[in-house]
């Protein structure tokens, strides 16, 4: 059996695990009383938005109040913890990130396990990172950058957003990956990280495409390629990384839906068949695309093996950038 094929095949199971049903709800009386989503970042926050537009969507569809519920703290720990902890009954919910799949290999001491103690719904939407260069760099695509970077070895600085952040460990993929040794500057958040590469301070810098497109547009920055398997489609010009010239790479910011582990599997299909016809309206799309994000949609058994592959290929990377503890 192939490595994919062990892959889908444990998350196979995960999921099986994951959503066995239990004595609970029936589909047709859920949900019983109000629902929270849960989201591990503060108000405003990206994840956010689609938590937001779900919870409107699934007032509608189900006549029960979802509401959204704030707990931020730990990189998205605190609220995935209460959640695995939630009654398994589908009214506490989770919108978890590739934050989650990231603490999973950089904290081993965490008291749950995000590929055991949830139940995986549907993978929402994904934030496309963007690879964007300052023009005194003299590089205006992957190829020249890893050419100059293995000429100038610790030399070429790379911002992000901080430490084992997506942002972060795209650069660190690429030195895997690319066999270089590009130099990590984490900064507080993305707004810091752009005003120094935008004064030439930083040479480089891993970023939402939302929000450099606007410098790349005027000439201030050069776009190399995005972080992500597929074109972004707020920069449907700027090239992969794999069509750029690194087959295979993908790393990037996404968010799913997740339930707590044993919540009955016919409420989870419930809630991704509405979920995935919620991301094919166009008043949940547009204002995804319009915030930078693009819709997916993969069901709860999909999902699983994504979340699977994400630990795992996490995992890889942390361990070259000396994160993996």
Same mark, same amino acid.
């Given at each position: 059996?192939?490595?994919?094929?062990?892959?889908?095949?444990?998350?196979?199971?995960?999921?099986?695990?994951?959503?066995?049903?239990?004595?609970?709800?029936?589909?047709?009386?859920?949900?019983?009383?109000?629902?929270?989503?849960?989201?591990?970042?503060?108000?405003?926050?990206?994840a956010d938005?689609?938590?937001?537009?779900?919870?409107?969507?699934?007032?509608?569809?189900?006549?029960?109040?979802?509401?959204?519920?704030?707990?931020?703290?730990?990189?998205?720990?605190?609220?995935a913890e209460?959640?695995?902890?939630?009654?398994?009954?589908?009214?506490?919910?989770?919108?978890?990130?590739?934050?989650?799949?990231?603490?999973?290999?950089?904290?081993?001491?965490? #008291?749950?396990? @995000?590929?055991?103690?949830? &139940?995986? +719904? =549907? $993978?929402?939407? !994904?934030? %496309?990172?963007?690879?964007?260069?300052?023009? #005194?760099?003299? @590089?205006?695509?992957?190829? &020249?950058? +890893? =050419? $100059?970077?293995? !000429?100038? %070895?610790?030399?070429?600085?790379?911002?992000? #957003?901080?430490?084992?952040?997506?942002?972060?460990?795209?650069?660190? $993929?690429?030195?895997?990956?690319?066999?270089?040794?590009?130099?990590?500057?984490?900064?507080?958040?993305?707004?810091?990280?752009?005003?120094?590469? $935008?004064?030439?301070?930083?040479?480089?810098?891993?970023?939402?495409?939302?929000?450099?497109?606007?410098?790349?547009?005027?000439?201030?920055?050069?776009?190399?390629?995005?972080?992500?398997?597929?074109?972004?489609?707020?920069?449907?010009?700027?090239?992969?990384?794999?069509?750029?010239?690194?087959?295979?790479?993908?790393?990037?910011?996404?968010?799913?839906?997740?339930?707590?582990?044993?919540?009955?599997?016919?409420?989870?299909?419930?809630?991704?068949?509405?979920?995935?016809?919620?991301?094919?309206?166009?008043?949940?799309?547009?204002?995804?695309?319009?915030?930078?994000?693009?819709?997916?949609?993969?069901?709860?058994?999909?999902?699983?093996?994504?979340?699977?592959s994400e630990?795992?290929?996490?995992?890889?990377?942390?361990?070259?950038?000396?994160?993996?503890?």
């Amino acid at each position: 059996m192939t490595r994919i094929g062990k892959v889908l095949a444990f998350a196979a199971l995960v999921a099986a695990a994951a959503s066995a049903a239990r004595p609970g709800l029936a589909q047709s009386d859920y949900p019983a009383r109000p629902v929270r989503i849960i989201v591990g970042f503060g108000a405003g926050a990206v994840a956010d938005t689609p938590a937001r537009l779900l919870a409107h969507r699934f007032s509608q569809a189900l006549g029960q109040q979802f509401v959204v519920e704030n707990r931020p703290g730990a990189g998205s720990n605190i609220a995935a913890e209460y959640v695995a902890r939630a009654p398994p009954d589908g009214h506490v919910l989770f919108i978890a990130t590739s934050a989650n799949t990231i603490n999973a290999t950089i904290s081993p001491n965490l #008291s749950f396990d @995000v590929t055991k103690d949830f &139940a995986p +719904i =549907a $993978l929402i939407c !994904s934030v %496309p990172n963007m690879l964007v260069a300052h023009p #005194s760099l003299g @590089v205006d695509n992957l190829h &020249a950058l +890893i =050419a $100059l970077a293995k !000429s100038r %070895p610790g030399e070429i600085n790379f911002g992000s #957003s901080g430490t084992a952040t997506t942002t972060h460990l795209a650069g660190e $993929l690429i030195n895997v990956m690319a066999g270089v040794k590009l130099v990590h500057v984490p900064y507080p958040g993305s707004a810091q990280a752009l005003s120094d590469v $935008l004064t030439g301070r930083i040479p480089l810098l891993f970023a939402p495409a939302s929000a450099v497109i606007q410098h790349v547009e005027k000439g201030e920055l050069k776009a190399i390629a995005v972080t992500q398997p597929q074109r972004a489609a707020i920069v449907p010009d700027v090239p992969t990384m794999a069509e750029a010239g690194l087959p295979g790479y993908d790393i990037g910011l996404w968010f799913g839906l997740l339930a707590p582990a044993g919540t009955p599997r016919e409420i989870v299909d419930k809630l991704a068949r509405l979920t995935q016809e919620a991301l094919k309206s166009q008043d949940v799309r547009k204002p995804l695309l319009a915030a930078g994000l693009d819709p997916l949609g993969s069901g709860p058994d999909e999902f699983a093996a994504y979340i699977v592959s994400e630990v795992q290929k996490g995992a890889k990377v942390a361990e070259a950038a000396g994160l993996k503890k």
